[in-house]
């Protein structure tokens, strides 16, 4: 079945590279984050950090989030209501809402009839797109490219035995590559092993990146809380591992509790997470809260069985390791964005 995918993968790329389907850049200018590997890079944390960035280094541009929504149950074009339902959007597209009240987030299969409807809007003058690589048919004016450190694509397999879903050299046609989950900052030969790993060009920026919690929030009250001696985990997300490691250098993790990416919460998971804070099945002291992730909050603040539980949120934050090669970065984006933007004016 692995065979079969490549070969599927090889041939589509081979029609849009040789002309026979055609690509054309958006409706507005785009800055495309995206990866080779189903889940696990940290786009949407990557994505907030960039936005956040990208905001604070002038009002000049008025930014908008494009997304697939991936898990809705909706289909086409619509714009994120920050207080909707993931069912209508995608946790993903709701966390970044909630983080940024003043950036609309949309949501659209379609990236470039999305972009065209968000410039009819009116809203925005360029566009993040979350996951948006692999839509050939949109041509981007910068491209972004992250890379686990920790699951490598050049080690891995295509779907379904491996985690691969697009081809391994993809990642030489991006503008820029993020090595990300790096525990500390790479040295120069470490970077130079990577490209050479990667078969980048000379002119594509290499930026590495690792996470750090940026502290805990009560669901209820979304005020900032104490870390408790002991907790419960739940995630739903495509590395759990390392959210568990976070918890772990905070507090004693009792229990974690680990479902699917994208996992849909039920009632009689959060009666499980209830009976666990109540010591069954659960060994030693007995934990004080429930600890989840900003992306399974989305899916478990709808249930009306949430607001008994004593739930908090941990945050992660992006830390960049060479603030050089991010400078490097935000030029090529702001030049890139700008020249779109020229060529749509024309």
């Not at 079969?4 to 409706?27: E, P, S, V, W």
């Not at 604070?56 to 339902?85: C, H, I, P």
């Not at 999305?114 to 491209?143: F, Y």
């Not at 991010?326 to 030029?331: G, H, P, R």
Request: aromatic share 6%.
């Amino acid at each position: 079945m692995a065979v079969l995918f490549k070969i599927g993968i090889q041939c589509r790329h081979f029609a849009f590279d040789r002309g026979l389907l055609k690509t054309k850049a958006g409706a507005l200018p785009t800055v495309v984050l995206g990866n080779v590997t189903v889940g696990g890079t940290g786009k949407t944390p990557h994505l907030k950090e960039l936005l956040q960035l990208l905001m604070d280094q002038g009002k000049e541009t008025r930014w908008a989030v494009l997304s697939r929504g991936y898990g809705r149950k909706s289909k086409g074009f619509l714009r994120v209501d920050r207080e909707g339902d993931p069912a209508d959007f995608g946790d993903e597209p709701l966390e970044v809402s909630r983080r940024f009240p003043g950036i609309p987030v949309f949501v659209c299969e379609d990236r470039l009839h999305g972009l065209e409807k968000i410039s009819k809007t009116g809203l925005a003058d360029a566009v993040i797109l979350d996951d948006g690589l692999q839509h050939r048919k949109l041509s981007p004016s910068v491209s972004i490219m992250l890379v686990d450190t920790t699951q490598p694509v050049d080690r891995d397999h295509f779907l379904p035995r491996g985690r691969l879903r697009d081809l391994p050299s993809r990642v030489a046609t991006a503008d820029a590559v993020i090595l990300t989950r790096c525990p500390a900052a790479l040295t120069r030969g470490d970077l130079r092993l990577w490209r050479h790993r990667l078969a980048l060009r000379p002119d594509q920026h290499l930026l590495h990146t690792g996470s750090r919690p940026e502290g805990l929030r009560a669901m209820a009250t979304k005020r900032y809380a104490a870390w408790p001696l002991s907790c419960i985990a739940v995630s739903g997300i495509a590395n759990p591992g390392q959210f568990e490691e976070h918890l772990s250098k905070n507090c004693r993790v009792a229990r974690h509790f680990s479902y699917a990416d994208h996992y849909a919460f039920e009632p009689t998971d959060l009666a499980e997470w209830k009976a666990a804070l109540n010591g069954i099945q659960a060994k030693g002291p007995l934990p004080e809260a429930i600890i989840t992730t900003e992306k399974d909050a989305a899916r478990i603040r709808p249930l009306a069985e949430a607001a008994d539980l004593p739930i908090l949120i941990l945050g992660l934050q992006i830390r960049w390791w060479d603030e050089d090669a991010l400078a490097d970065l935000f030029k090529t984006l702001k030049s890139g964005v700008a020249a779109s933007a020229s060529d749509q004016d024309i």
